[in-house]
């Protein structure tokens, strides 16, 4: 069984694990605080290791596959990791604290990026230019060499689907490095591909400290590509150690996302999915619908029956498979904590969840919370809380709207409820963000969806066919043949 809980897992580096010369971190369960495991914690030279491994691994047979091959290989993973989907959500239930039912959607996801982008590898066209008289010219896409993967620790399954795989696709070897708080689905993954068929040193995954075995991997002077999902403030340290040696970044950062509802909005089917936008993964959610901007017309009755719905939402075990599960680590509990302090200061608690008796008192647990008359600029309403943590705010037309909407540093995604198709237009336009659901809202959902950040989100794009292209080289050849 390639998915059970290994009590000491040491870096997978060029299809073996291997001892690291940095020591070993202990790995927590979120749900009451004991130590179930511990893991490798990568220093440079480890790193250099792994992507020396990877570097190898683009000479072998890897790099002498068709691209139809690769996307059969991808394909036979996803096969694999299907599979094996229950004990990769176990695991990944104990290691972040998800809901159970949330992990196993993260597995499902995982399995579904491994099919789409191995029935897309063989789809990546160049084109033909017309030029001058006796030329020919024409593009293609390459893959890039040795990609960095730096992924934080909410979705460790859907952002190696989104991210290590697109890569592979495209034909790149990759170097993963796992938040230090959950690395353990990464591990399972790196073993289920390899047993399925993956040469060794395609995929090598190195856990570690960020600012150690992170850093060493952005500033690594052979790596081609860095693609990092975390906090804003991570990523332009990322972004600067990748300048050094002049290679793109992948930057995935946080958000804000505003939810608006107009008077017109169908709210029998908003308000199911304003509650989910902001709670699923316990708010942890880069894309969570966290600012929920509703029209005065029916500000009251959505404040009202968003808070009964908030009072249901109970926090408990993952495997009791409530709507939340603990938040991450204690350090993040503290840190929402405060936010909701700042909140009940000087804003209104609309509504509190619960905590069942079955949590644990050592578990990271945090009730949703609800909060209304919060100015647009307080900080509640500005930073991101990662947390079940959501604020209503009154807007009077769509430029009002469009004014708090647009109103923080960052752009990653937006929700609009009207039953007016033109409004809707005219919203998906001038809204600030990478991504914008109408009359929906899918945190994270949608493998075939483009998704990224403007502003402070980041830049550039993953997920569908976007993705491909951000871990490609293009490259044109131009012949003059007369
Ligand atoms: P983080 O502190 O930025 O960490 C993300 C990753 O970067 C982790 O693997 C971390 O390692 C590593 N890291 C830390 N310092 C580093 C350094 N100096 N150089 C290189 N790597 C370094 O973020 P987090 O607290 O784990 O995750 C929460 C944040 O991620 C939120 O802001 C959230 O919005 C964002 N996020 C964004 C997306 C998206 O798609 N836009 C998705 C998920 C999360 P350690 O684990 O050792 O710290
Ligand atoms: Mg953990």
Redesign the pocket.
């Not at 730096?150 to 979705?155: A, E, F, K, L, T």
């Given at each position: 069984m390639a998915a059970t809980l290994e009590k000491k897992s040491g870096l997978f580096i060029a299809g073996r694990v291997s001892e690291s010369a940095g020591g070993s971190m202990d790995v927590l369960d979120p749900a009451d605080g004991s130590v179930i495991a511990a893991v490798a914690a990568a220093d440079a030279e480890d790193v250099d290791r792994a992507v020396r491994a990877a570097r190898h691994a683009l000479a072998g047979p890897w790099g002498q596959l068709s691209p139809a091959d690769r996307g059969r290989l991808l394909s036979k993973i996803g096969a694999a990791v299907a599979k094996q989907a229950e004990p990769l959500a176990q695991l990944e239930a104990s290691d972040v604290g998800k809901p159970i039912g949330q992990a196993r959607g993260d597995a499902r996801a995982l399995g579904r990026y491994l099919e789409f982008y191995g029935g897309a590898c063989d789809k990546m066209h160049g084109e033909s230019i017309p030029y001058l008289p006796g030329y020919t010219v024409f593009t293609q896409y390459e893959p890039l060499g040795v990609t960095g993967h730096?992924?934080?620790?909410?979705?460790p399954m859907q952002?190696i689907g989104r991210s290590v795989v697109a890569a592979l696709a495209m034909g790149n070897a990759v170097v993963l490095?796992?938040?230090?708080?959950?690395s353990l689905t990464s591990y399972a993954f790196a073993r289920i591909a390899h047993e399925a068929g993956l040469p060794a040193g395609v995929l090598n995954v190195v856990s570690?400290?960020?600012?150690i075995?992170?850093?060493a991997?952005?500033a690594h002077p052979d790596v081609n590509h860095v693609s990092?999902?975390?906090?804003?403030?991570?990523?332009a340290?990322?972004q600067a150690?990748a300048a050094s040696h002049a290679v793109p970044v992948t930057?995935?950062?946080?958000?804000k996302s505003p939810h608006i509802v107009f008077d017109d909005a169908d709210l029998e089917a908003a308000l199911p999915l304003l509650v989910a936008a902001a709670t699923q993964n316990a708010g942890?959610?880069?894309?969570a619908g966290s600012r929920i901007l509703v029209q005065r017309g029916v500000f009251e009755q959505i404040v009202t029956r968003l808070a009964s719905r908030f009072k249901a939402l109970r926090a408990g075990p993952p495997l009791m498979d409530l709507e939340l599960g603990p938040l991450?680590s204690q350090k993040?509990r503290l840190r929402v904590l405060e936010y909701i302090r700042l909140g009940r200061a000087d804003c209104r608690l609309a509504a509190e969840g619960s905590i069942v008796p079955e949590a644990s008192s050592n578990g990271s647990y945090v009730p949703a919370s609800l909060f209304v008359d919060v100015p647009p600029r307080h900080r509640i309403a500005q930073e991101?809380i990662?947390g079940p943590v959501a604020v209503v705010i009154p807007f009077d037309d769509e430029e009002h709207a469009l004014d708090i909407a647009n109103g923080t540093p960052f752009g990653?995604v937006a929700g609009v409820w009207s039953a007016d198709h033109a409004r809707l237009m005219r919203m998906s336009r001038r809204l600030r963000a990478g991504q914008v659901f109408l009359n929906d809202y899918g945190a994270?959902g949608g493998v075939e969806l483009p998704?990224?950040?403007v502003g402070r989100?980041?830049f550039g794009r993953?997920k569908g066919m976007e993705a491909l292209r951000s871990f490609a080289a293009l490259k044109t050849v131009i012949s003059r043949h007369g």
């Open positions: 730096i992924i934080p620790w909410n979705y952002i490095k796992p938040a230090e708080q959950a570690g400290y960020g600012s075995a992170g850093q991997l952005a990092f999902t975390g906090s804003s403030a991570v990523g340290a990322v150690a930057l995935e950062l946080g958000g942890q959610t880069c894309s991450i993040q991101e990662f990653l994270a998704f990224g950040g989100s980041g993953e």
